[in-house]
Antibody
Framework: EVQLVESGGGLVQPGGSLRLSCTAS????????MTWVRQAPGKGLEWVSY????????FYADSVRGRFTISRDNVKNSLYLQMNSLRDDDTAVYYC???????????WGQGTLVTVSS | DIVMTQSPDSLAVSLGERATINCRSSQSVLYSSNNKNYLAWYQQKPGQPPKLLIYWASTRDSGVPDRFSGSGSGTDFTLTISSLQAEDVAVYYCQQYYSTLHTFGQGTKLEIK
């Protein structure tokens, strides 16, 4: 059974940093592209970033490019999101998700809440 | 970036009736080399992560009831629930994965009338 468990969320001040982790199990982690999606309170889904399995290529939404860095450790079966220069509008539940045969998202974690506030 | 626009923003349908949600992309998500539309639909119930319903615009994910169907091509897509059940109350999102920057629609909230 595929499982994705996010951690690392919490309260951080504007301008601060936070590192999210996603631990995967139940599938060959190194073979799949992994994605971060976020959802601000009461709002819709926003695609944030993904990292390809094939070549490690990384892509970011305009709203986070230059501030967030996605990475993965295929030995630890883990996905990461380093978030720097955090702003109030980065407050959201952050989900990690596994891609299927295409880039659609077949499995999602339960999410971790990041709150940016002074 | 490809902008995804869903309509309506909210919808109320009677139990057993058909529900139709539309999604329009700002540019085509049909890849000509394989004739596939890079479009997915997700369902999100309160307090839960999203769940994949449909991919390649019309392929149901494993275990998704056959009352859910997806259609459309190019820039215009539709998610149809043929006979609404109480458990279908949720927010529905479309997503394109054609471009390197994947984007979601704003969501459509489906309720029981």
């Amino acid at each position: 059974e595929v499982q994705l468990v996010e951690s690392g969320g919490g309260l951080v001040q504007p301008g601060g940093s936070l590192r999210l982790s996603c631990t995967a199990s139940g599938f060959t982690f190194s073979s799949y592209t992994m994605t971060w999606v976020r959802q601000a309170p009461g709002k819709g889904l926003e695609w944030v970033s993904y990292i390809r399995s094939s070549d490690g290529g990384m892509f970011y939404a305009d709203s986070v490019r230059g501030r967030f860095t996605i990475s993965r450790d295929n030995v630890k079966n883990s996905l990461y999101l380093q978030m720097n220069s955090l702003r109030d509008d980065d407050t959201a539940v952050y989900y990690c998700a596994k891609e299927g045969g295409g880039a659609y998202l077949t499995h999602w974690g339960q999410g971790t809440l990041v709150t940016v506030s002074s | 970036d490809i902008v995804m626009t869903q309509s309506p923003d909210s919808l109320a349908v009677s139990l057993g009736e058909r529900a139709t949600i539309n999604c329009r992309s700002s540019q085509s998500v049909l890849y000509s080399s394989n004739n596939k539309n890079y479009l997915a639909w997700y369902q999100q119930k309160p307090g839960q992560p999203p769940k994949l319903l449909i991919y390649w615009a019309s392929t149901r994910d494993s275990g998704v009831p056959d009352r859910f169907s997806g259609s459309g091509s190019g820039t215009d897509f539709t998610l149809t629930i043929s006979s609404l059940q109480a458990e279908d109350v949720a927010v529905y999102y479309c997503q394109q994965y054609y471009s390197t920057l994947h984007t979601f629609g704003q969501g459509t909230k489906l309720e029981i009338k």
